[in-house]
Protein backbone atom coordinates (compact mmCIF):
# COMPACT_ATOMS: atom_id res chain seq x y z
CA UNK A 1 0.00 0.00 0.00
CA UNK A 2 1.27 3.12 -0.99
CA UNK A 3 1.11 5.86 1.82
CA UNK A 4 -1.89 5.13 4.40
CA UNK A 5 -3.02 8.59 4.94
CA UNK A 6 -6.52 9.30 3.82
CA UNK A 7 -8.14 12.71 4.66
CA UNK A 8 -11.83 12.59 4.92
CA UNK A 9 -14.17 15.93 5.08
CA UNK A 10 -17.05 15.50 6.97
CA UNK A 11 -15.71 12.76 8.45
CA UNK A 12 -17.83 12.59 11.92
CA UNK A 13 -21.07 11.59 11.29
CA UNK A 14 -23.39 9.78 8.76
CA UNK A 15 -21.98 8.72 5.51
CA UNK A 16 -18.83 10.20 6.08
CA UNK A 17 -18.59 8.26 9.57
CA UNK A 18 -19.32 4.84 7.79
CA UNK A 19 -16.60 5.76 5.32
CA UNK A 20 -13.81 5.95 8.40
CA UNK A 21 -14.81 3.06 9.82
CA UNK A 22 -14.49 1.47 6.99
CA UNK A 23 -11.13 2.76 5.73
CA UNK A 24 -9.98 2.53 9.69
CA UNK A 25 -10.94 -1.29 8.59
CA UNK A 26 -8.91 -1.35 5.58
CA UNK A 27 -6.02 -0.18 7.65
CA UNK A 28 -5.83 3.48 6.16
CA UNK A 29 -4.66 6.26 8.86
CA UNK A 30 -7.75 8.73 8.99
CA UNK A 31 -7.49 12.37 9.21
CA UNK A 32 -11.20 13.98 9.85
CA UNK A 33 -11.99 17.20 9.01
CA UNK A 34 -15.42 18.34 10.68
CA UNK A 35 -17.45 20.91 12.48
CA UNK A 36 -18.86 18.05 15.08
CA UNK A 37 -16.78 15.47 16.79
CA UNK A 38 -16.48 12.12 15.29
CA UNK A 39 -19.38 9.92 16.75
CA UNK A 40 -17.39 6.86 17.45
CA UNK A 41 -13.75 6.62 18.54
CA UNK A 42 -11.61 7.74 15.41
CA UNK A 43 -8.56 6.00 14.85
CA UNK A 44 -6.93 8.96 13.29
CA UNK A 45 -6.78 12.15 14.02
CA UNK A 46 -9.35 15.12 14.14
CA UNK A 47 -9.15 18.72 12.86
CA UNK A 48 -12.46 20.87 13.87
CA UNK A 49 -12.90 23.01 11.52
CA UNK A 50 -16.27 25.13 9.69
CA UNK A 51 -15.01 24.73 5.42
CA UNK A 52 -17.18 27.58 5.02
CA UNK A 53 -14.51 29.40 6.25
CA UNK A 54 -11.72 29.90 3.76
CA UNK A 55 -9.56 31.20 6.15
CA UNK A 56 -9.65 28.92 8.76
CA UNK A 57 -9.83 25.70 6.37
CA UNK A 58 -6.53 27.12 4.51
CA UNK A 59 -4.64 27.52 8.20
CA UNK A 60 -6.25 23.70 8.40
CA UNK A 61 -5.19 22.56 5.06
CA UNK A 62 -1.56 24.21 5.24
CA UNK A 63 -0.99 22.41 8.66
CA UNK A 64 -2.45 18.71 7.20
CA UNK A 65 0.05 19.09 4.22
CA UNK A 66 3.24 20.17 6.52
CA UNK A 67 2.83 17.24 8.74
CA UNK A 68 1.31 14.84 6.29
CA UNK A 69 1.98 13.39 2.62
CA UNK A 70 -1.72 12.82 1.88
CA UNK A 71 -2.20 10.16 -1.16
CA UNK A 72 -5.57 9.65 -0.69
CA UNK A 73 -8.63 12.02 -0.08
CA UNK A 74 -12.50 12.35 0.01
CA UNK A 75 -14.39 14.71 -0.26
CA UNK A 76 -17.56 14.06 1.78
CA UNK A 77 -18.58 16.83 3.63
CA UNK A 78 -22.37 18.66 2.49
CA UNK A 79 -25.50 20.25 3.25
CA UNK A 80 -28.65 20.19 1.27
CA UNK A 81 -30.67 23.11 2.66
CA UNK A 82 -34.19 21.93 0.82
CA UNK A 83 -36.33 24.09 -0.99
CA UNK A 84 -39.17 25.32 -4.01
CA UNK A 85 -36.54 26.79 -6.57
CA UNK A 86 -38.39 30.35 -5.69
CA UNK A 87 -38.00 29.81 -2.09
CA UNK A 88 -34.24 29.18 -2.61
CA UNK A 89 -32.29 32.05 -0.96
CA UNK A 90 -28.88 33.47 -2.60
CA UNK A 91 -27.41 33.21 1.05
CA UNK A 92 -28.71 28.92 1.42
CA UNK A 93 -27.45 28.87 -2.10
CA UNK A 94 -24.07 30.32 -1.40
CA UNK A 95 -23.49 28.37 1.78
CA UNK A 96 -24.03 25.08 0.12
CA UNK A 97 -22.52 25.91 -2.98
CA UNK A 98 -19.12 27.02 -0.69
CA UNK A 99 -19.44 23.49 2.04
CA UNK A 100 -20.09 20.67 -0.61
CA UNK A 101 -18.09 22.21 -3.47
CA UNK A 102 -15.85 24.41 -2.96
CA UNK A 103 -14.21 23.00 0.11
CA UNK A 104 -13.23 20.13 -2.33
CA UNK A 105 -11.79 22.40 -4.50
CA UNK A 106 -9.17 24.08 -1.43
CA UNK A 107 -9.10 20.50 0.20
CA UNK A 108 -7.61 19.15 -3.24
CA UNK A 109 -5.57 21.45 -3.79
CA UNK A 110 -3.75 21.35 -0.62
CA UNK A 111 -2.75 17.46 -1.02
CA UNK A 112 -1.87 18.07 -4.72
CA UNK A 113 1.74 18.51 -4.06
CA UNK A 114 2.39 15.43 -2.29
CA UNK A 115 0.07 13.08 -4.66
CA UNK A 116 2.33 14.78 -7.44
CA UNK A 117 5.87 14.50 -5.52
CA UNK A 118 5.10 10.68 -5.00
CA UNK A 119 3.30 10.27 -8.30
CA UNK A 120 0.43 8.65 -7.17
CA UNK A 121 -3.03 9.97 -5.60
CA UNK A 122 -5.93 8.83 -5.05
CA UNK A 123 -8.87 11.64 -5.37
CA UNK A 124 -12.69 10.41 -4.39
CA UNK A 125 -15.77 12.80 -4.27
CA UNK A 126 -19.45 12.17 -3.28
CA UNK A 127 -21.69 13.86 -5.68
CA UNK A 128 -25.53 12.41 -5.25
CA UNK A 129 -27.62 10.63 -7.45
CA UNK A 130 -29.49 14.20 -7.64
CA UNK A 131 -27.87 15.57 -9.92
CA UNK A 132 -29.65 13.75 -12.53
CA UNK A 133 -32.95 15.52 -10.59
CA UNK A 134 -35.09 15.57 -7.24
CA UNK A 135 -37.54 18.29 -6.31
CA UNK A 136 -36.39 20.63 -3.42
CA UNK A 137 -32.72 20.35 -4.16
CA UNK A 138 -31.98 23.41 -6.29
CA UNK A 139 -28.71 24.50 -4.10
CA UNK A 140 -27.89 20.31 -3.82
CA UNK A 141 -28.25 19.13 -6.86
CA UNK A 142 -25.94 22.33 -8.65
CA UNK A 143 -23.36 21.89 -5.99
CA UNK A 144 -23.19 17.92 -6.71
CA UNK A 145 -23.60 18.74 -10.26
CA UNK A 146 -20.44 21.26 -10.44
CA UNK A 147 -18.62 18.76 -8.42
CA UNK A 148 -19.37 15.50 -10.72
CA UNK A 149 -17.72 17.58 -13.83
CA UNK A 150 -14.79 18.65 -11.85
CA UNK A 151 -14.12 15.07 -11.05
CA UNK A 152 -14.20 14.46 -15.12
CA UNK A 153 -11.72 17.85 -15.87
CA UNK A 154 -8.96 17.13 -12.68
CA UNK A 155 -9.25 13.33 -13.97
CA UNK A 156 -7.88 14.39 -17.21
CA UNK A 157 -5.49 16.47 -15.67
CA UNK A 158 -3.75 14.57 -13.63
CA UNK A 159 -3.84 11.12 -15.22
CA UNK A 160 -0.52 11.61 -16.00
CA UNK A 161 0.47 11.95 -12.44
CA UNK A 162 -0.85 9.02 -11.37
CA UNK A 163 -3.26 10.71 -9.77
CA UNK A 164 -6.87 8.76 -10.31
CA UNK A 165 -10.27 10.67 -9.62
CA UNK A 166 -13.59 9.48 -9.13
CA UNK A 167 -17.32 10.26 -8.04
CA UNK A 168 -19.59 8.24 -5.74
CA UNK A 169 -23.27 9.29 -5.96
CA UNK A 170 -25.60 7.84 -3.74
CA UNK A 171 -29.25 7.42 -3.69
CA UNK A 172 -31.05 6.91 -0.44
CA UNK A 173 -28.95 6.33 2.20
CA UNK A 174 -30.19 5.50 5.86
CA UNK A 175 -29.11 8.25 7.66
CA UNK A 176 -29.99 11.00 10.19
CA UNK A 177 -29.70 13.82 7.95
CA UNK A 178 -31.59 11.46 5.25
CA UNK A 179 -34.60 11.29 7.32
CA UNK A 180 -34.33 14.94 8.15
CA UNK A 181 -33.99 16.07 4.89
CA UNK A 182 -36.77 13.63 3.70
CA UNK A 183 -39.68 13.51 6.41
CA UNK A 184 -41.55 10.48 7.23
CA UNK A 185 -45.15 10.74 5.93
CA UNK A 186 -44.17 13.11 2.98
CA UNK A 187 -45.63 11.91 0.31
CA UNK A 188 -42.24 12.36 -1.94
CA UNK A 189 -40.79 10.33 0.26
CA UNK A 190 -42.50 7.25 0.56
CA UNK A 191 -42.75 7.51 -3.10
CA UNK A 192 -38.75 8.24 -3.30
CA UNK A 193 -37.89 4.62 -0.90
CA UNK A 194 -41.30 2.78 -3.06
CA UNK A 195 -39.19 3.17 -6.16
CA UNK A 196 -35.84 1.25 -5.09
CA UNK A 197 -35.70 -1.50 -7.34
CA UNK A 198 -33.85 -3.29 -4.39
CA UNK A 199 -36.63 -2.25 -2.24
CA UNK A 200 -34.66 -1.26 0.77
CA UNK A 201 -32.75 1.98 1.48
CA UNK A 202 -28.69 2.11 1.17
CA UNK A 203 -26.89 1.85 4.14
CA UNK A 204 -23.59 3.95 4.74
CA UNK A 205 -21.57 0.64 4.46
CA UNK A 206 -22.56 0.79 1.00
CA UNK A 207 -20.78 3.60 0.08
CA UNK A 208 -18.29 3.25 1.85
CA UNK A 209 -17.74 -0.35 -0.46
CA UNK A 210 -17.43 1.52 -3.18
CA UNK A 211 -14.81 4.34 -2.21
CA UNK A 212 -12.37 2.06 -0.70
CA UNK A 213 -12.39 0.54 -4.29
CA UNK A 214 -11.87 3.74 -6.05
CA UNK A 215 -9.35 4.25 -3.07
CA UNK A 216 -7.13 1.02 -3.80
CA UNK A 217 -4.19 0.85 -4.76
CA UNK A 218 -5.07 -1.27 -7.68
CA UNK A 219 -7.60 0.58 -9.16
CA UNK A 220 -5.20 2.85 -11.18
CA UNK A 221 -7.08 2.10 -14.56
CA UNK A 222 -10.53 3.54 -13.45
CA UNK A 223 -10.52 7.29 -13.27
CA UNK A 224 -12.89 9.99 -14.23
CA UNK A 225 -16.31 7.93 -13.35
CA UNK A 226 -19.22 8.24 -11.18
CA UNK A 227 -20.70 5.38 -9.42
CA UNK A 228 -24.35 4.87 -8.61
CA UNK A 229 -25.00 3.38 -5.08
CA UNK A 230 -28.24 3.67 -5.72
CA UNK A 231 -30.14 0.53 -5.06
CA UNK A 232 -30.76 0.90 -9.06
CA UNK A 233 -33.01 4.03 -8.82
CA UNK A 234 -30.46 5.59 -11.39
CA UNK A 235 -31.64 2.75 -14.11
CA UNK A 236 -35.35 3.35 -14.64
CA UNK A 237 -38.50 2.77 -13.46
CA UNK A 238 -38.78 -0.80 -12.38
CA UNK A 239 -42.55 -1.01 -12.22
CA UNK A 240 -44.90 -2.13 -14.74
CA UNK A 241 -46.82 -0.04 -16.93
Known sequence: MKD???????GSRGIGAGIARRLSADGYKLIVLDIVEPENELQGEYFKVDLTDIKAAGRILKEISIRYSVTR??????????????DTTLEDFSNVINLNTRSALMCTQAVLPAMRKAHFGRIVSITSRAVL???LRTAYSASKGVL??????WALELAGD???????????IETEA???????GDPRTESFINSVPVKRLGTTGDVAHAVSYFLDERSGFVTGQTLYVCGGITVGFSGTL
Open 133 to 135: GKE
Open 4 to 10: SSVLITG
Open 178 to 184: FRKNNPA
Open 73 to 86: LVNNVGIVKPALLE
Open 162 to 172: GITVNAVAPGP
Open 148 to 153: AAMTRT
